[in-house]
């Protein structure tokens, strides 16, 4: 059940983010994709977390939640392979843009360099296998193509103005998007009623504007994908 009113709650911000964007913003906003965005969030949730616990846990062992990503990743990709999506417009199609590589390669050097920097200068203890293999593979695998990918199709659909900035059609959407990657690692609900970490928010949803600038101007989550996967491993192996 708190699993249940936690995602309630992330789709209550969503529908309320939609409300004050099409009272601001001239383009206006499209219903339908916003509740197709909302229902693409339900979706994942429901998958990350095995229907909430109702389909059985194939792997009790582990510590880390192998089965919820694989089923969440396997529902992007199949909602990425739908006509309405396309893996090439949802980002999933291995071919990168060539609009100009070398403000991508500064920009994926620079995200290196800092992690690899944050986790030379702050050490942690040594992990066990099953921790690095999975830190090295699904977190961005599962997210990325999920967040960078359909999710951020469907959002840009839902509000349609652009501006460009930084070589790249930004729009709510993108906006919009960050705050619901953050949201999904800070925000939450227990016996003791909601919960939100601003400083979870800051260090998953400020990064992410980044991986959504990469995905906009690759249109790919590949490079998203890796750095993503780098960004999580790189504490535990140095």
């Known amino acids: ?81 739908l006509p309405a999506f396309g893996w090439r417009a949802s980002g999933s199609a291995l071919p990168q843009a060539e609009d100009g590589w070398r403000p991508v390669l500064l920009v994926s050097v620079a995200y290196v360099a800092v992690f690899l920097g944050l986790a030379l200068a702050f050490p942690t203890e040594p992990a066990s296998a099953e921790t690095v293999a999975f830190q090295l593979s699904l977190p ?41 990657f953050g949201l999904a690692h800070a925000f939450g609900y227990s016996k003791s009623g909601f919960q939100f970490d601003p400083l979870t928010m800051l260090l998953t949803a400020g990064p992410s504007f980044i991986a959504v600038w990469l995905a906009l101007r690759t249109r790919s989550v590949l490079l998203p994908v890796l750095l993503h996967n780098f960004g999580n491993a790189i504490t535990l192996v140095v």
């Not at 708190?2 to 409300?19: D, E, F, H, P, T």
């Not at 460009?164 to 059609?169: F, H, K, Q, S, T």
């Open 140 to 180: 961005g695998l599962e997210e990325e193509p999920f967040y960078r990918g359909v999710l951020l199709l469907a959002l840009f659909r839902a509000f349609p103005a652009r501006r460009r900035i930084l070589g790249v059609d930004w729009s709510w959407g993108a906006v919009v998007s960050c705050a619901l």
């Open 1 to 81: 059940m708190n699993g249940i009113i936690g995602i309630s709650g992330v789709l209550a911000i969503l529908l309320a983010a939609g409300g004050l964007v099409a009272l601001v913003e001239r383009g206006g906003v499209s219903v339908r994709w916003l509740s197709v965005a909302a229902g693409l969030v339900l979706l994942n949730d429901l998958l990350l977390t095995r229907a909430y616990g109702l389909l059985p846990d194939l792997l009790p062992g582990a510590d880390w939640n192998w089965q919820g990503k694989l089923l969440a990743l396997a529902g992007t990709l199949a909602v990425a392979s």
